[in-house]
């Protein structure tokens, strides 16, 4: 059973209709993007005094600032990219920064946070160069071998989208040691069976409306770039050792059973963590019980 605060937190949501917000359509779908583009442009608030036990330093990589946070007088042994969610739309929030550090501490490593470009303004594949890019510098820095990528809500399907990337644009680098995914969108726009199995779950989830899937997917890529929306149906051969997290009360984990399938047919380790009774990226709501013991799943994963 949830905890009252999880309870809580769903109930907030469910109150505040950001189910029934994402849910536009036409014009009025329009109008959200250009309302969330606003928002992209305001400055993430990091959360500086909360962090005194760390570095946090700013970085232009090609034009994307970057924070990189690291427990202070540390040698980090491991690296980690953390790409945050929020549909390609929605920026970041001082939340994220706060994980960063749990994760630098928990998991000995250096991690990289960069605030990508988001749509509607930048296409997928051009956020996939600036965090290709990211990932470049890190790997100046640290081998592949001891770098993972972390990534929430879309953020995850990103993390599987840029190695598909770097697979199907035969790119001279090695994809990381492994991957860590918190509720990934995985397939865009959902195939027949997996949106029937959204549609039986909608109700349940307070965040995420089946329709929005349909709608994102031609803001994002078309034509070509198309096939970077959908990592889910490339050829996995090759990809790294990955931790998948989902909730049964979020659509999304109607993704999970032909990824396990797909994980099976090209030989990916996949290691399935499910959330009794939990919302889509549960882990970010800190102060819920089940977020921090999820949390230390994460960093196992991680470490």
Not at 246 to 270: H, N, P
């Amino acid at each position: 059973m949830p905890s009252v605060r999880a309870k809580m937190v769903s109930g907030l949501f469910k109150m505040l209709g950001v189910n029934k917000m994402l849910d536009k359509q036409s014009e009025e779908f329009d109008k959200l993007l250009e309302k969330y583009k606003a928002k992209q442009k305001k400055p993430l608030k990091v959360p500086y005094k909360k962090m005194k036990d760390f570095n946090i330093d700013t970085e232009s990589i090609n034009g994307t600032t970057c924070y990189v946070i690291s427990k202070k007088e540390a040698t980090p042994k491991n690296a980690v990219l953390y790409l945050f969610g929020g549909g390609y739309i929605l920026p970041p929030d001082p939340g994220d920064i706060i994980l960063c550090g749990q994760m630098a501490e928990n998991c000995d490593a250096k991690v990289w946070f960069p605030l990508y470009p988001m749509a509607p303004e930048h296409r997928l594949v051009e956020t996939l160069k600036s965090t290709l890019q990211v990932y470049r510098n890190m790997l100046e820095e640290y081998d592949a071998s001891h770098i993972r990528f972390f990534g929430t809500s879309s953020g995850g399907g990103q993390v599987m989208s840029l190695c598909v990337y770097i697979k199907h644009e035969n790119i001279n680098v090695p994809l990381p040691g492994k991957l860590v995914l918190q509720s990934p969108g995985l397939q865009v726009p959902p195939s027949e069976s997996q949106r029937a199995e959204m549609e039986k779950r909608s109700k349940m989830d307070v965040m995420i409306p089946p329709r929005f899937f349909d709608n994102i997917a031609p803001v994002l890529a078309k034509g070509e770039e198309a096939y970077l929306l959908s990592p889910l149906l490339y050829d996995l051969t090759g990809f790294p050792e990955t931790d998948i997290f989902y909730g049964t009360r979020e659509v999304m984990i109607a993704y999970l059973k032909d990824f396990q399938s797909a994980c099976k047919k090209y030989g990916v380790k996949l290691n399935v963590h499910i959330g009794k009774d939990m919302m889509h990226c549960w882990g970010a709501m800190e102060f819920v019980p089940e977020a921090r013991a999820v949390r230390q799943e994460y960093f196992k994963a991680l470490s």
